[in-house]
């Protein structure tokens, strides 16, 4: 049974007391004047039920621990359209994400990778937004600038002095992502570093990504953009800086995408469906840029 707001339960009970105070004058003309009117208002009542959404049950999504903020500000939006329907979310990685909408226990996979050739097999993927994979330093860093091809070495081992990058004398910190991490696989391929970082820490959360580094004056991790805060600092790539902007005119040369990876062999239930329907509408653009990712549809 839908729930009838308040507004619409004091629209209701108005019309019910002016149907009674006109029956109590008597007269045909009277009764039929009531009877309008609990008619339009029981009308309205059903109008502003309905408005608020007819859609119920729960859409699964895990995946991308970098998709996050996203998927929060996804699921809030959501919420209003269809406020009977619960999307939950599990944050596995991106590659949990796929195999879950490979083996069918997940609605909806969450990736900030493209999908390989391989996958696409099993799975579609759709991109709902963009995401610059930022490079953090330290606050205490005096290195603003790295190009793509110091990155490269500084990952695998060739560069493993700070003062060789215009910083302070000390040994470069290499912090980084689990196997299977999306962000990882995304900062290794476009830096050309597959397989071949030489990482001290690798860790299973973006959060816990920016936490080492913050923690450590010699670190250097990546990021997504989307969860970078201030208790780091992001370096600008050949002179680029990460944002929205860059991201989206691709001047930005580190970023990804962030996918929906859906079953191609399965159906998708109506409320998994809508909410697909509404992370690629235009009206989640503004949700996906509060939450700090790039929309592509605008």
Do not use: H
Request: aromatic fraction near 4%.
């Amino acid at each position: 049974m839908k729930k009838i707001t308040r507004r619409s339960f004091i629209t209701v009970c108005g019309a019910a007391a002016a149907a009674m105070a006109l029956t109590a004058c008597g007269g045909a003309a009277s009764s039929t004047v009531a009877s309008s009117a609990a008619e339009s208002a029981s009308s309205s009542a059903a109008a502003e039920t309905a408005a608020a959404g007819t859609l119920s049950g729960n859409v699964a999504t895990g995946g991308s621990t970098s998709m996050k903020n996203v998927i929060a500000a996804l699921t809030e939006g959501f919420a209003e359209v269809e406020p009977g329907v619960t999307v939950s979310y599990d944050p596995t990685g991106s590659g949990a994400g796929i195999t879950g909408a490979t083996d069918k226990t997940l609605d909806i996979g969450l990736s900030s990778r493209a999908l390989k050739d391989d996958e696409k097999n099993d799975v579609d993927g759709t991109t709902v937004a963009l995401d610059g994979i930022a490079i953090v330093v330290n606050k205490a860093s005096k290195v603003a600038d790295l190009t793509v091809d110091q990155l490269k070495q500084m990952f695998t081992g060739e560069i493993t002095n700070w003062k060789d990058v215009g910083g302070d004398d000390g040994e470069i910190v290499l912090v980084g992502r689990e196997a299977g991490s999306g962000t990882r696989d995304g900062f290794e391929s476009i830096v050309d570093v597959k397989d071949s970082c030489k990482y001290a820490q690798e860790l299973t959360a973006t959060g816990a990504v920016i936490s080492a580094v913050e923690a450590n004056p010699l670190a250097v991790g990546y990021a997504s953009l989307s969860a970078v805060g201030d208790t780091v600092a992001m370096v600008t790539v050949e002179g680029v800086e990460c944002s929205e902007d860059t991201v989206k005119d691709g001047s930005y040369k580190i970023q990804r995408p962030f996918v929906f990876v859906t079953n191609k062999s399965v159906t998708l239930s109506e409320q998994a469906q809508a909410f697909v329907d509404f992370a690629t509408s235009k009206d989640a653009a503004d949700l996906i840029r509060t939450a700090g990712a790039v929309p592509v549809n605008e």
